[in-house]
């Protein structure tokens, strides 16, 4: 009974004195990690809707800042712009308009803001034909989420033998488009 108390008590101080403070590093890089995307994403997101477009090196610099905390991301960019339609009785027929308008928006993606930044061009990186133009008024919104298995998730998931999600770090963020420079 006594060796076995005393294997207990080295598990014990094993767990504490080299476990858990790993475990709170691993912790504590990943909150350093987020607080850089986090930093990151805002400052991304509110330069574009203070400029009213994105251009190549604006999403470039964002991206190497929030890679440089050594995890890696999925950014996916959403773009609302607002479109204003009569609201008609007949649609055939013009004449029968309601006097009134409907709001709608039309979305845009990673899929059709990327092409816009990066064509198969030889046109330089500050062509203005590779911005990506929003107006204002218009919604921006960006969403950043890592896509590895950062030390303290593998960490986690040894200690309590599961498996969690590789997503430790989650940033949504955006707004209303707020300028349009040239």
């Known amino acids: 009974?006594?060796?076995?108390?005393?294997?207990?008590?080295?598990?014990?101080?094993?767990?504490?004195l080299y476990v858990f403070p790993i475990s709170s590093a691993f912790d504590q890089q990943d909150d350093v990690s987020e607080l850089v995307a986090l930093r990151a994403t805002t400052t991304f997101v509110d330069a574009v809707r203070d400029k009213g477009y994105i251009s190549p090196t604006m999403y470039n610099d964002f991206l190497q800042a929030i890679h440089a905390t050594g995890n890696t991301f999925d950014v996916r960019m959403e773009h609302g712009q607002k479109r204003y339609v009569p609201v008609y009785a007949d649609p055939t027929?013009?004449?029968?308009?309601?006097?009134?308008?409907?709001?709608?928006?039309?979305?845009?993606?990673?899929?059709?803001i990327l092409p816009v930044l990066f064509p198969n061009s030889a046109a330089g990186k500050d062509d203005p034909a590779r911005r990506y133009k929003l107006h204002v008024g218009d919604t921006f919104y960006v969403v950043v989420k890592n896509t590895n298995r950062t030390n303290g998730t593998i960490l986690h998931d040894f200690l309590n033998n599961a498996s969690s999600p590789n997503e430790k770090i989650f940033i949504p963020y955006g707004g209303v488009v707020r300028n349009e420079d040239d």
Do not use: C, W
């Open 1 to 16: 009974m006594d060796s076995i108390s005393k294997v207990f008590a080295i598990l014990i101080a094993i767990l504490l």
């Open 93 to 112: 027929r013009p004449e029968t308009f309601q006097g009134k308008y409907a709001v709608h928006y039309d979305m845009f993606y990673n899929a059709q």
